[in-house]
């Protein structure tokens, strides 16, 4: 059955989302801003700016016309954090009143610490809201590696539709029921990723990076559990999962960007160079406020966020990243 679907954002991630759906058989229009990259998705079937060697399905239709989305009854927003509540501002007088909306977005609102489904939410009323999340390097799903994500709603009726829309043999989806524990650990790990990117860069042993990610993951829950989430959520693709993949991948920027920062560079010459939204920055600033105000032990975020926003130095030594953890090392265990 062909079904309509819109893909909000023209990135890396929503084109190959948006090509997947497509090669289902669905009608799918994928909105972005840059005209240059909608003449070369509607005349050659390339994204030449994300991923110039993925050849796109023909039933894929790039616009920047918001309007196109209207008759669309799945609607996926696959834009940065900061421009997440801009785009939906513009697309909301467009939505079907029965459409499905789905975040694909990793990352939370500073002004009353809010998820992007949160915002979609308070934004719109009546709909059935899913969030996608997991270790999804989209350059390696272009390439059909078998990859896994999650389909978190309150809906089981969404979450099955979007089984229906996105799977493919190399692309598998599984579903949960708990979107806000899903949502946020795919907002936190990013955080990780620049602490494991730093140790890279510092030349750190793989001792190191595993007790980074350890640690990482206990930080992760413990928030997300004082914030309402289930801590089973995080033994799951959207936490632990996610956590290594972005951890370990130089294909990730948060990663990346904490290589170039152990290497001595400073943030903006990191952020410079990696030209792409790197929503770990904006994600340790939100949740050190908020462990600060909640009173959560998060000693690898207190010491990132002296590092990068409190300019300390780093003085090539891994343990300023690390700070001074609790001794305990399961987090839920009595």
């Not at 016309?65 to 997440?84: G, K």
């Not at 990859?147 to 190399?170: H, N």
């Amino acid at each position: 059955m062909e079904r309509e679907i819109a893909v909000l954002g023209g990135g890396s991630w929503g084109t190959v989302l948006a090509n997947l759906a497509s090669i289902n058989g669905n009608k799918v229009t994928l909105w972005m801003r840059d005209e240059s990259n909608i003449r070369s998705i509607n005349e050659a079937n390339l994204n030449t700016r994300y991923l110039p060697d993925y050849l796109l399905d023909e039933n894929l239709t790039a616009t920047s016309n918001i309007e196109d989305i209207r008759s669309s009854l799945f609607i996926l927003f696959c834009v940065p954090s900061n421009s997440f509540k801009e785009v939906l501002t513009k697309a909301i007088q467009h939505i079907n009143p029965d459409a499905f909306l789905i975040s694909a977005t990793k990352g939370i609102e500073e002004e009353g610490f809010l998820l992007m489904s949160q915002i979609l939410e308070n934004e719109t009323k009546g709909h059935d809201i899913g969030v996608i999340s997991g270790p999804n390097l989209a350059q390696e799903i272009s390439l059909n590696q078998l990859t896994g994500t999650v389909i978190a709603s309150k809906s089981r009726v969404l979450q099955d539709e979007c089984i229906k829309v996105f799977s493919s043999d190399s692309f598998r989806l599984y579903t949960n029921d708990d979107p806000y524990g899903v949502e946020l650990g795919g907002a936190l790990k990013n955080i990780y990723a620049i602490a494991c990117g730093i140790a890279d860069g510092l030349d750190s042993g793989e001792n190191t990076v595993g007790m980074i990610m350890t640690r990482g993951l206990a930080e992760m829950s413990r928030f997300a559990v004082n914030q309402g989430a289930d801590p089973m959520t995080f033994l799951g693709l959207s936490g632990v999962g996610d956590l290594i993949t972005t951890c370990a991948s130089p294909l990730s920027r948060n990663h990346a960007l904490g290589k170039l920062i152990g290497k001595g560079l400073t943030i903006d010459e990191a952020q410079k160079e990696i030209g792409q939204t790197t929503e770990g920055l904006k994600t340790l600033k939100v949740v050190w406020e908020k462990a600060k105000e909640e009173g959560i032990e998060m000693p690898i975020v207190n010491s990132l966020y002296k590092i990068i926003y409190g300019k300390e130095s780093l003085e090539g030594s891994i343990e300023k990243v690390l700070g001074t953890d609790q001794p305990k090392d399961v987090e839920f265990s009595r």
